[in-house]
């Protein structure tokens, strides 16, 4: 059977921190983590993550969820340090799994725009 023509694929992505470089003054701790899947973010029922960081991660998500050649620093490093220079949280980008998606469900504008 010939694959949709409108489908594409996206990483699904886990953004966990993994260790401090020093001592961490943010809300989070060594093991939080947030999953994304398309355009939805998720994390565990009654972790919190704190907003600072979290707008210094968002402008890499969209790019380390698509296919990169191999050699782009965007396919081989995966750990971001949190924005406050006051705080020593290292942040890991994880490619976990893959989901397909349909154009016509994530946007309204037609592919032949």
Same mark, same amino acid.
């Given at each position: 059977?010939?694959?949709?023509?409108?489908e594409f694929t996206l990483?699904?992505?886990?953004?966990?921190?993994? +260790?401090?470089?020093?001592?961490?003054?943010c809300n989070h701790q060594?093991?939080?983590?947030?999953?994304?899947?398309?355009?939805?973010?998720?994390?565990?029922?009654?972790?919190?993550?704190?907003?600072?960081?979290?707008?210094?991660?968002?402008?890499?998500?969209?790019?380390?969820?698509?296919?990169?050649?191999?050699?782009?620093?965007?396919s081989t490093d995966s750990?971001?340090?949190?924005?406050?220079?006051?705080?020593?949280?290292?942040?890991?980008?994880? +490619?976990?799994?893959?989901?397909?998606? +349909?154009?016509?469900?994530?946007? +309204?504008?037609?592919?032949?725009?």
């Open positions: 059977m010939e694959k949709p023509a409108d990483y699904d992505l886990r953004v966990e921190v993994v +260790r401090c470089r020093g001592e961490m003054v060594i093991g939080d983590y947030f999953e994304l899947c398309g355009e939805n973010l998720s994390m565990p029922a009654g972790q919190t993550f704190p907003i600072y960081p979290l707008a210094a991660l968002l402008p890499l998500l969209p790019a380390k969820q698509r296919e990169t050649h191999p050699n782009d620093w965007m750990e971001i340090a949190c924005p406050d220079p006051h705080c020593g949280a290292i942040f890991k980008i994880t +490619r976990t799994g893959k989901t397909t998606f +349909r154009h016509g469900e994530v946007t +309204r504008v037609p592919l032949d725009a």
